[in-house]
C-alpha cells in the first residue's frame, strides 16, 4: 500500500506555510511518520529555507526532503499563479524506496555523478525525477549525459524556475538549498508508472515517412523533396490557423520505429530551424533518420486544450486496472492561463479523469519525459506521470 497526501498553503510566513502544507498533507497521507517529502514554493519562501526545511521535518518526521522553486506551483487543488503558494506532497510505502541526490558541474560531469548515485539502487521498476537550473546545465545535453551508460529508466521533471527575470531559481535537497547543478529524486520498488506528455500542438496532413536524411536535414519525405512536402502541407492550413498559432510551424517526429501509425502524444516536437533552396531541404532541432515518420503540427491554445484532453483520458484507460496512488505534473512556464486564457485549465482536465488523485508539480524552464522508450528534453509541454502500486 502507498500512503500519499498533499497539502498547501498562501501563509505568507515561510514556516507557517510549511507548517499548515505539511499537517494538511500528513491528515490526508493518513500517516504519523513520512519516507519521503516533495516540496515547490514559489519564490518568496526560499529566503527562509532553513525555516520550511525545519517545518516540514518537524511535522513529517522526515529527512528526504526534495524540490525546488516554481514560478507557479500546484496541486490537484489547483494551479497558483501569481500568488504565493507552498506545496508538500508526503508519501510512505514498504514498496517504494526514494533516493534524493544533488550533483553539480558540467553536463557530463552531472550525468555522471547521477549514474553513479542511482546504479546501485535502481531496478527494473525505477523513476527519476530532476530539477536542473537550466543557467548551469543545458537540458538536452544533461539527459543526454544521465543516458550515456546505456541503461534507460524514465526521467521525468522540470528545469527550475522562480522569479519573472529567472534571475531567482534555487532547487533543495534536506538541509541545503542550492543554485545551478541538479537536485532529483530515485524512486524504487515495487509500482508501475503512466507518463503522458502534452505538447500542445495540432497535426497537420498525416504521418510520413522520411525517405532521404543526414543529420539534422531532412532532404526526401515520401520520396519528394521535403521543401516541396512542407510548402504542399502549408496549403493546407486556413488564416484562422495561422493566426492563432503565430505563424510558427513544427516538425513532430514519431520516436517508436513499431507504432506506424502514430497519434498524438507519440512525437517528439521539434523547431524547424532553416530551409535550404538550392537542395529543396528542410532543416530541424533534432537528428532524424531514414525510414522515421514525421508529421508537422501548429502549436495554438485550441490543440493544446484538446491535446491535454486526449492525452489523460488515454492515461485513465491504461490505468483502470491499477489506479493510480498519486500523480506528478510537471507543465511549461509557456501554458498556463497565458496559453489558455484562463486559470486551472489542465489541473480541472486532470481532476475530471482522476478525482481525488493526490496531485503536486510546478512550472518549469524546460520539462523531461519520454517518448518511444528514449528520455527527452521538451518545451512548452505538460507532462503527467501516475503512479500506482502494484
Known sequence: MIHVGIGHSHDLSTAGAAEEATRTAMGNAGIAKADIAIVFA??????????????????????????????????????????PALAVMVLRSEQISAMSFSAQGTAAEIGEQIQQNVQSQRRDNSLLMIFPDIRSVEPAELVNQ?????VTLP???????????????????????????????????????????????????????????DGRVIF???????????????????????????????????????????????????NLIGINEEHAAIAISEEVKAGQLVQFHLRNPRAAAEEIRTIISKLAEKTEQHPPDFGLYFNCLGRGKGLYGAANHDISVIQQQFPGLPVIGFFGNSEFAPIGGRNFAHAYTGVFVLCSAN
Open 155 to 213: 526521467v521525468v521533471g522540470a528545469a527550475v524556475s522562480g522569479d519573472a527575470t529567472g534571475a531567482q531559481m534555487y532547487h533543495w535537497k534536506g538541509k541545503q538549498a542550492t543554485e545551478g547543478g541538479v537536485t532529483g529524486l530515485l524512486l524504487t520498488g515495487n509500482f508501475k508508472t503512466e507518463i503522458g506528455v502534452a505538447q500542445g500542438c495540432q497535426p497537420i496532413g498525416k504521418p510520413r515517412e522520411v525517405t532521404k536524411a
Open 220 to 270: 526526401e519525405i515520401d520520396g519528394q523533396p521535403a521543401l516541396e512536402n512542407f510548402k504542399n502541407v502549408l496549403k493546407l492550413l486556413t488564416q484562422d490557423d495561422i493566426r492563432r498559432s503565430g505563424g510558427t510551424v513544427f516538425i513532430g517526429i514519431a520516436m517508436d520505429n513499431e507504432n506506424s501509425n502514430p497519434t498524438r502524444g507519440d512525437f517528439l516536437i521539434r
Open 42 to 83: 514559489t519564490i518568496n519562501y526560499q529566503t527562509e529555507y532553513e525555516q520550511l526545511y525545519q517545518s516540514v521535518h518537524a511535522y513529517s518526521s522526515c529527512d528526504e526532503l526534495i524540490g525546488c522553486s516554481g514560478m507557479t506551483v500546484l496541486t490537484s487543488v489547483g494551479e497558483f499563479e501569481d500568488e
Open 146 to 150: 544521465i543516458g550515456s551508460d546505456g
